[in-house]
């Protein structure tokens, strides 16, 4: 693999972390649909589920 190429794979997948400072988390947690204007994703991580699925107490308030 040449450097340009290589340089290509890192920008295709690059990513952004947005973050939104709320005061009511429940609305974004019921409703998950609010992600999709940022388009289509190829991977989405979702810590606080992840942990309620493994048995953990999760408070969001």
Known sequence: MVLG???MYQKI???YDIVYVV????S??????WINQFGDLLMLQEPEKMDKSLG???DLN
């Open 56 to 58: 953990c107490k999760v």
């Open 5 to 7: 190429q290589i340089l």
């Open 23 to 26: 005061t009511d988390v429940n």
């Open 28 to 33: 974004f947690i019921d409703d998950s649909n």
């Open 13 to 15: 997948f690059q990513d």
